[in-house]
């Protein structure tokens, strides 16, 4: 669901987030589940096998957003276990680069808890143009 918003002269596209409730939700029972050992749940380790979508390297996969603000949201998730906090690697940007060799869009990355981050583990977005 979107609207137009206009203001001094300046059109926005705002969009509302119905699925931000459906992710409250989840981080809240994810937050509460940890495996026999007290580790924290990780939704990509081992990840929901409907959501996969391409393997892209041998450091990163792509997947569907489970959460998606658009439709064909993308995430790219490192294989193994890093820190949403940690700079960007040149692997990351190689797996970002051949998404967008694949499909015309825009890539971010909400670099920890404070950018916007609700996962632990290292993971890129994609939305395809047009927004």
Not at 22 to 40: I, L
Not at 65 to 85: M, P, S
Not at 102 to 116: H, P, Q, R, S, T
Request: with cysteine.
């Amino acid at each position: 669901e979107y609207e137009f918003v206009e203001q001094n002269g300046i059109t926005f596209l705002v969009r509302i987030l119905s699925n931000l409730v459906r992710k409250d939700e989840a981080k809240k029972k994810q937050e509460k589940k940890t495996d026999p050992f007290g580790k924290e749940f990780n939704p990509f380790l081992p990840y929901e096998e409907d959501l996969f979508v391409a393997d892209i390297s041998k450091t990163h996969l792509c997947l569907l957003n489970k959460f998606n603000v658009v439709d064909h949201h993308l995430l790219i998730v490192t294989r193994e276990f890093e820190e949403q906090e940690t700079c960007l690697t040149l692997q990351d940007f190689e797996a970002m680069w051949v998404c967008l060799a694949e499909i015309d869009g825009l890539v971010f990355y909400n670099g920890g808890k404070i950018a916007g981050a609700s996962q632990r583990h290292k993971h890129l977005q994609l939305v395809p143009f047009p927004l």
